[in-house]
């Protein structure tokens, strides 16, 4: 499928005053067409046991390889919890992007950046509101972002989305310390009407 509209979908992208994607994304479709094709590279493997062999494609190990997602999103995910994040209850907040928004944000990285940037100033100050309406101690607060960009099924339907992890509390000033988590009072859960 992408390999039959690659072109269609790249030249839509310019139509009108659009200025195209930026070259990384086309770089990756590139790298990706090439992903488990035996004539991009492969390995030859043999069963000593039965003496079947088989030839195994090379996979691009770009960011659209779907052997490397899986194994990228775990690593990730464990390097945040073992060496990055202190001991403490995160909550996950999703900032989705207008429709006619969506295809300016995938061409316009400023742009995007600008936005996430007051999404998380405004999750900070609604934070520390929150906190001082409990009468909590001053603190300070962290996120861990990551900004998705896809398109699900033709370009009308492209999406960018933000995932931030936000720790649901107030840490200290010093959230690496050892006992963080008892200096770190809770924030109660968010409701609808916030």
């Known amino acids: 499928m ?10 839509q992208a310019s139509v009108g005053c659009g200025e195209g994607y930026p070259r990384f994304i086309e770089h990756e479709f590139r790298r990706y067409l090439e992903c488990d094709v035996h004539a991009h590279g492969f390995a030859g493997l043999r069963c000593p046991h039965r003496g079947e062999e088989r030839l195994v494609a090379f996979s691009c190990k770009g960011r659209l390889c779907p052997s490397r997602t899986g194994r990228r999103m775990a690593d990730i995910a464990a390097h945040l919890v073992d060496e990055l994040l202190p001991e ?18 995938a061409v316009d990285r400023p742009l995007s950046t600008a936005l996430v940037r007051e999404y998380l100033h405004t999750l900070f100050a609604w934070q520390r509101r929150r906190g001082r309406a409990l009468g909590t101690a001053p603190g300070t607060t962290g996120a861990v972002i990551f900004v998705q ?14 995932s931030c992890l936000l720790d649901s509390g107030l840490p200290a000033a010093d959230p690496w310390s050892a006992c963080a988590s008892c200096l770190c ?7 609808s009407k916030n």
């Open 88 to 105: 403490a209850v995160y909550r996950q907040w999703v900032l989705t992007f207008p429709w006619l928004l969506r295809f300016r944000l």
């Open 149 to 162: 960009r896809f398109v699900a099924h033709s370009i009308a339907t492209r999406t960018s989305t933000a």
């Open 185 to 191: 009072p809770r924030l109660p859960r968010p409701t």
């Open 2 to 11: 992408v390999r039959e509209h690659l072109s269609s979908f790249l030249d």
